[in-house]
């Protein structure tokens, strides 16, 4: 996608080849800071702390963390600590044991001299293999948007909401839930698309809210819990947010808050779409009650950051001093509550029989 008018990824090889540079999503929306990472140390750092973020983006930044490791000791013992190192990083989003699984498996029976450089180039794959899903996400959410615009009569905005950010931010390039709304813009259907501010870190406000301008899409930012009337006054006309894990029946788990924003949706008879690449599908998870939910540090709630007109980055405590917060990261929306599913397949119901009709390699395992 683009910032200032030239592509960009948010994950990528050093010219060096040795190691790896991505976008620090910490610092956005006021600073754009290309990080280089050269150890697994730095990669674990970057996904525990948010540098990195979203599902897709984790997953990729995961594979080049175990190749920047193989650098450091490419031995077995080398290749299971990183593994186990970068597994701890995220519980809920299934992307990272996804990657690590599959890096495992295709360096395991390499020698320890291959190893680095089979693993630069697999983790290379996992990146490109993710921009291509989320193209495809993009052009069957396409469709979505196209029938939207042709229900108003080919007159006005298509209005979508989005929680979180599954923007391209989220992924290595193009975006989940976002993918569909480029696709639309690039095509010259007029949208707009109502960014939910996604306390307590903010997410929407920050990023999801960069992106979309950086790239030229009407936007406006709302506080979280403004979708609902937003969705009584007829100002919505469909929902789309992404999937940090979605059970083998249809469940997804998301950013904390898609839960009341499906409960509103479905309470106006409008549209909630969710968008995942198919590694985000937990096929030994039936449902979405046994996805592990994060719980993150509680200074993510009491605090909040910010920049000042002078151009200084602050933090400052939004409750009271002896106060204590807790910090749920994800919900689980019900697959009863979810329109449709996006994949890079095609679209279809949020149930078991739904995915595996687009899966029907999985009918063995889900067996």
């Known amino acids: 996608m683009k910032v200032a008018g030239r592509p960009m990824r948010t994950i990528w090889l050093a010219e060096d080849g040795r190691t790896v540079e991505i ?3 910490t610092r956005l929306p006021h600073e754009l800071v290309v990080l280089r990472l050269a150890s697994a140390a730095d990669a674990a750092r970057a996904i525990r ?3 990195v973020r979203g599902a897709p983006l984790i997953g990729a930044a995961a594979a080049y963390g175990v190749a920047l490791a193989m650098a450091e000791d490419p031995s077995e013992k080398g290749l299971d600590r990183a593994v186990e ?4 990083t995220r519980p809920t989003a299934v992307n990272l044991r996804w990657a ?3 890096m495992r498996r295709h360096l395991s029976e390499l020698s320890a001299e291959q ?3 089979a693993a630069i180039a697999r983790a290379g794959e996992i990146a490109e293999e993710d921009v291509a899903i989320n193209r495809a996400i993009g052009e069957h959410g396409l469709r979505l948007i196209e029938d939207a615009h042709r229900r108003k009569g080919r007159r006005g905005t298509v209005q979508i909401l989005t929680h979180c950010n599954a923007g391209w931010l989220a992924t290595v390039d193009w975006g989940t839930a976002l993918a569909p709304v480029y696709r639309a813009y690039d095509a010259r259907i007029p949208v707009h698309v109502w960014v939910d501010e996604t306390r307590p870190r903010n997410q929407g406000a920050s990023l999801t809210a960069w992106e979309l301008g950086q790239h030229g899409v009407p936007h406006t930012v709302i506080a979280d819990n403004a979708g609902g009337h937003l969705m009584r006054h007829g100002e919505v006309d469909l929902c789309i947010t992404g999937t940090d894990r979605t059970s083998a029946s249809g469940d997804v788990a998301n950013k904390i808050g898609t839960y009341l924003k499906a409960l509103a949706a479905a309470d106006n008879a409008i549209p909630f779409y969710v968008a995942l690449p198919s590694p985000t599908i937990d096929w030994d998870i039936e449902d979405g009650g046994a996805i592990p939910i994060e719980q993150r540090d509680p200074r993510e709630v009491t605090h909040i950051a910010g920049w000042t007109e002078a151009g200084e980055r602050v933090e400052v405590r939004l409750t009271p001093a002896d106060s204590p917060a807790a910090n749920y990261a994800f919900d689980v929306t019900p697959a009863r509550l979810v329109t449709a599913l996006i994949t890079e397949r095609g679209v279809c ?9 687009l899966f029907p390699e999985r009918r063995r395992h889900a067996a």
């Open 349 to 357: 119901p949020a149930s078991r029989e739904g995915l595996l009709r």
């Open 115 to 117: 190893r680095f450089a």
């Open 49 to 51: 702390d948010m540098q």
């Open 23 to 25: 976008i620090d999503q």
């Open 100 to 102: 690590l699984d599959g």
């Open 85 to 88: 190192s970068l597994a701890a």
